[in-house]
């Protein structure tokens, strides 16, 4: 018989295997739930799994605050970041001939229209502001106005007007200002043009030139150089802007990074250190939430647009649905107890409840509208054709409560025009529901006659239902769009947006008449 002693030696190996495996499974499933909550996880929905490297097309006066954020991205997220340099209108010549690229950011907004007309871009995100300065060595005291760059006595460098932003801004203020000819036949004849502003800057840095043209961003960061401003060049002011390329096979990554570069406590924070005037971006988070108010009426256009908008840009839209009477008192609710989840963004009934907090949002966009109609039941048993008919001893009316959402609101003013409200309310009025989707039962249910409902959600049940038009100029609800004024996302909430005003379809299907203009929209 074997010793226990024996025994428990063979069995030994076999016990320390079996912990072991045990905590390499318990230490792998550790990683892999850990990995969600990690801040630094780059994995998004879309984004085709785990992304290792963006492709971006950058101008080159953003290159070095560009290296910066890139270098910091790379270390939070693990994520290569590969920058192109070159002049903003070669990059987009490259854009359009290579189709491939994740990202694109020029030195002017005007290239990135070119790329949205040309169907190359989707998203945009606004970075800073910068305007075009004459730039010299600070020891030089001989150019002080556009002027000094006619002469011949002065060597000048210009950014080319077909590769660079700059030169392009450059040719057309001093075009407008009468300038131009003379510029361009001394530099022509005795400077010289460069494909891109660092090139521009680094010829007056090692005095090369007398002088040349830049940005007021990049002059900041040449520790040699001084800047002259004239008021020819002022009205000259440029907005960088970065964009989401249609080529990109990872849209949730570039819009991850996107939102990262145009971060004002991320990327916006090292344009400033850099030298230039940021705009005012949006609070960093690795996956944002939004808060969405949203009148009951517009959910079925909503949700379909929500959940794409959610799953590109990898972020959460807590979108709450009711009455817009209910959401206008919970918002003031919030503001009174200083409690959370004021909406980023609202999207009313109608305009009658956007008036009602205006002083919190800013102005809203009339996106759609619907009518509002008498909703009556199949084969219309008691013979309702006209708003008046609604009043007829024995018709059981429902509408909404005028205190807690849009359609009784309006249901109510327009029966007050038809000199209809007061007596219905005596008799007529059996039932006021909190919010529009609620009206529609009561008469399915048969326990109203009639009901005044909005068009587009009689028209999704016209299996139980009938229509019957009202004719008055007041019986129709416009949806406007609107941000608060005090998000930390209005960025991200202008995506939204965008997002809802490419959405007509949807809404057109929904049974809303479309009310967004392009020029609205943009």
């Given at each position: 018989m074997?010793s226990?002693r024996q025994r428990?030696g063979?069995?030994?190996?076999a016990v320390?295997?079996i912990l072991?495996?045990?905590?390499?499974?318990?230490g792998?499933a550790?990683?892999?739930?850990?990995?969600d909550e990690?801040?630094g996880?780059?994995t998004?929905?879309a984004?085709g799994?785990p992304?290792?490297?963006?492709f971006?097309?950058?101008a080159?006066g953003?290159?070095?605050?560009?290296?910066e954020i890139?270098s910091?991205?790379?270390r939070?997220?693990?994520?290569n970041?590969?920058l192109?340099?070159?002049g903003?209108?070669t990059l987009?010549?490259?854009?359009?001939?290579?189709?491939i690229?994740?990202?694109?950011?020029?030195g002017d907004?005007?290239?990135i229209?070119?790329?949205?007309?040309?169907?190359?871009?989707?998203?945009v995100f606004?970075?800073a502001?910068?305007?075009p300065?004459?730039?010299?060595l600070?020891?030089?005291?001989?150019v002080?106005?556009?002027e000094?760059?006619?002469s011949?006595?002065?060597?000048?460098?210009?950014g080319n007007?077909?590769?660079?932003?700059?030169?392009?801004k450059?040719r057309?203020l001093l075009?407008r200002s009468?300038?131009?000819?003379?510029?361009n036949k001394?530099?022509?004849?005795?400077g010289v043009f460069k494909?891109?502003?660092n090139?521009?800057?680094?010829?007056?840095?090692?005095?090369?030139?007398?002088?040349?043209?830049i940005?007021?961003?990049?002059?900041?960061?040449?520790?040699?150089l001084?800047q002259?401003a004239t008021?020819?060049l002022?009205?000259?002011d440029?907005?960088?802007?970065?964009?989401?390329?249609?080529?990109?096979?990872k849209?949730t990554?570039?819009l991850?990074?996107a939102?990262?570069a145009?971060?004002r406590?991320?990327?916006l924070?090292?344009?400033?250190?850099?030298g230039?005037?940021?705009?005012?971006?949006d609070a960093w988070?690795?996956?944002?939430?939004?808060?969405?108010f949203?009148g009951?009426?517009?959910?079925?256009a909503?949700?379909p647009v929500?959940?794409?908008?959610e799953s590109?840009e990898?972020?959460?839209?807590?979108?709450?649905?009711n009455g817009?009477?209910?959401?206008t008192?919970?918002?003031?609710?919030?503001?009174?107890t200083e409690?959370?989840?004021f909406?980023d963004t609202y999207?009313a009934?109608?305009v009658y409840?956007l008036?009602?907090?205006?002083?919190?949002f800013e102005?809203?966009i009339h996106v759609?509208?619907?009518d509002?109609?008498?909703c009556?039941q199949?084969?219309?048993?008691k013979?309702?054709?006209k708003?008046k008919d609604l009043?007829?001893?024995?018709?059981?009316?429902a509408?909404g409560?005028p205190?807690?959402?849009?359609?009784?609101v309006?249901s109510?003013?327009l029966l007050?025009d038809?000199?209809l409200y007061?007596?219905m309310?005596?008799?007529n009025?059996?039932?006021?529901?909190p919010?529009?989707?609620?009206l529609?039962p009561a008469?399915t249910s048969?326990?109203?006659?009639?009901?005044l409902v909005?068009?587009?959600d009689a028209?999704?049940?016209?299996?139980?239902?009938e229509?019957v038009?009202?004719?008055s100029?007041?019986a129709?609800a416009?949806?406007p769009f609107?941000?608060?004024r005090?998000?930390q996302f209005?960025?991200l909430s202008?995506r939204?947006?965008e997002t809802v005003?490419a959405?007509?379809?949807?809404?057109?299907?929904a049974?809303f008449?479309?009310r967004l203009?392009?020029?609205?929209s943009?």
């Amino acid at each position: 018989m074997q010793s226990t002693r024996q025994r428990a030696g063979r069995a030994a190996p076999a016990v320390v295997f079996i912990l072991g495996s045990l905590i390499v499974v318990s230490g792998l499933a550790w990683l892999l739930r850990s990995r969600d909550e990690l801040p630094g996880d780059p994995t998004l929905p879309a984004a085709g799994g785990p992304i290792d490297e963006l492709f971006i097309y950058c101008a080159a006066g953003m290159r070095y605050p560009m290296e910066e954020i890139a270098s910091q991205y790379k270390r939070e997220f693990g994520v290569n970041v590969q920058l192109q340099y070159g002049g903003s209108n070669t990059l987009l010549s490259q854009i359009k001939v290579a189709d491939i690229g994740d990202l694109y950011l020029a030195g002017d907004s005007s290239y990135i229209q070119q790329a949205v007309d040309s169907g190359l871009m989707n998203e945009v995100f606004d970075l800073a502001n910068m305007k075009p300065v004459i730039a010299v060595l600070k020891e030089n005291t001989s150019v002080k106005s556009i002027e000094d760059l006619t002469s011949p006595q002065h060597r000048v460098c210009l950014g080319n007007p077909g590769a660079a932003a700059i030169g392009k801004k450059v040719r057309r203020l001093l075009t407008r200002s009468g300038h131009w000819e003379r510029v361009n036949k001394n530099v022509t004849e005795n400077g010289v043009f460069k494909p891109t502003v660092n090139e521009v800057a680094n010829d007056i840095k090692l005095g090369s030139v007398d002088a040349g043209v830049i940005w007021d961003a990049t002059a900041a960061q040449y520790t040699e150089l001084k800047q002259v401003a004239t008021p020819e060049l002022d009205a000259g002011d440029a907005r960088v802007q970065m964009g989401v390329l249609t080529s990109t096979k990872k849209p949730t990554a570039a819009l991850h990074f996107a939102r990262y570069a145009a971060a004002r406590d991320k990327g916006l924070r090292i344009f400033r250190e850099k030298g230039f005037r940021v705009v005012n971006g949006d609070a960093w988070a690795h996956k944002p939430e939004l808060t969405f108010f949203a009148g009951s009426v517009n959910r079925r256009a909503l949700e379909p647009v929500i959940q794409a908008f959610e799953s590109r840009e990898g972020v959460k839209v807590n979108t709450i649905y009711n009455g817009c009477g209910i959401l206008t008192a919970q918002m003031k609710t919030i503001l009174e107890t200083e409690g959370s989840g004021f909406p980023d963004t609202y999207m009313a009934c109608d305009v009658y409840y956007l008036d009602a907090v205006k002083e919190l949002f800013e102005p809203g966009i009339h996106v759609s509208e619907t009518d509002i109609v008498i909703c009556v039941q199949k084969g219309n048993p008691k013979n309702i054709h006209k708003l008046k008919d609604l009043a007829n001893e024995g018709i059981r009316v429902a509408i909404g409560e005028p205190r807690e959402c849009t359609i009784g609101v309006l249901s109510r003013r327009l029966l007050q025009d038809a000199g209809l409200y007061e007596q219905m309310l005596k008799t007529n009025i059996k039932a006021q529901t909190p919010s529009s989707a609620m009206l529609l039962p009561a008469v399915t249910s048969a326990s109203a006659d009639a009901a005044l409902v909005y068009r587009t959600d009689a028209s999704s049940n016209l299996d139980k239902i009938e229509i019957v038009p009202i004719q008055s100029k007041l019986a129709k609800a416009i949806q406007p769009f609107s941000v608060a004024r005090k998000s930390q996302f209005k960025q991200l909430s202008q995506r939204l947006f965008e997002t809802v005003a490419a959405s007509r379809r949807q809404f057109e299907e929904a049974g809303f008449r479309w009310r967004l203009t392009p020029q609205a929209s943009n």
